[in-house]
């Protein structure tokens, strides 16, 4: 009894000790978690195959072979695997990012074009128009669907107003990104930020550095692993104050715009 107990555990030590030979750690670890579910990889050709590892009946059965103290003795070469010994059994490792979905996470970089309706006052005189801009935002993900980082906002509008001839509005400072479902793609930004209004006037330019922020609500389709596009809403508002030949004047100026970006994520 004992011999033949002795004998089982020598072929599952044999078994074990080849199958780890040809795995990297990383599938190993796999492996030892009891992942071992096979890919579907019918008909995909050798270099796209995923790996596998092939015991031939000697390498769990084992021989009685004298390499314990002759290693160069003939009978310790390996085996010749091919037509003639198929392997008895192959076992197969799916890659670690098979069947991983697409999250935003990590370093987030967003870049696009910013349109919309902007206006501006000063004293009094007030004017608005159609406006083109662009964003710049960085940041970091620093809690699961939570971004916090530093951006920027630019809208110039040239309006046809009988006072301003232009309106120019900057907003440059840290925002926070919550996505609700990091798998998913809604979001809400949240921004409160340095602002500066510059007014050209047909009398006189006014320009002023002040408090401002912005809200923006949009979405952001995965187009790959961290590749995203994404479609916004959203509005600002800035406070300043400017001084002119006849004393200060309050700077106010709101907009409400859609950006469209190329997102990192």
């Known amino acids: 009894m004992d011999r033949d107990r002795a004998a089982v555990l020598a072929r599952r030590a044999r078994f074990v000790a080849a199958a780890l030979a040809g795995v990297t750690p990383a599938f190993a670890a796999r492996a030892e978690a009891g992942d071992a579910d096979p890919p579907e990889d019918a008909g995909a050709t050798e270099a796209d195959a995923t790996p596998r590892i092939c015991l031939s009946p000697d390498d769990i059965e084992g021989t009685e072979r004298p390499c314990r103290d002759e290693p160069e003795h003939p009978d310790c070469a390996l085996p010749i695997r091919g ?42 005189e007030s004017a608005s128009g159609l406006a083109l801009g662009a964003e710049l935002d960085a940041g970091l993900t620093l809690a699961p669907g ?33 996505y609700p479902s990091p798998l998913r793609g809604w979001r809400a930004s949240l921004s409160v930020a340095p ?16 408090v401002g922020g912005a809200l923006w609500l949009g979405y952001d389709a995965f187009v790959a692993a961290d590749w995203s596009l994404g479609v916004a809403g ?17 700077l106010r100026a709101r907009a409400l715009a859609l950006s469209a970006s190329l997102l990192w994520h």
């Not at 209004?197 to 320009?207: F, K, L, Q, W």
């Open 83 to 124: 037509p003639q010994m198929p392997p008895h059994v192959c076992l197969s490792i799916a890659p670690p990012s098979t069947n991983l979905e697409y999250q935003h996470d990590g370093f987030y970089l967003r870049i696009g074009p910013v349109g919309g309706l902007l206006g501006a006052s000063a004293g009094d």
């Open 234 to 250: 959203g509005a600002m508002l800035g406070f300043a104050s400017a001084e002119r030949s006849d004393g200060s004047a309050a």
């Open 146 to 178: 939570v971004v916090v980082g530093l951006g920027g906002t630019f809208l110039r509008s040239p309006t046809s107003s009988d006072s301003f001839e232009s309106i120019t509005l900057w907003q440059l400072g840290p925002f926070v990104t919550v």
């Open 195 to 210: 602002t500066v209004i510059a007014i050209r006037a047909t009398g006189e330019d006014v320009s002023g550095v002040g």
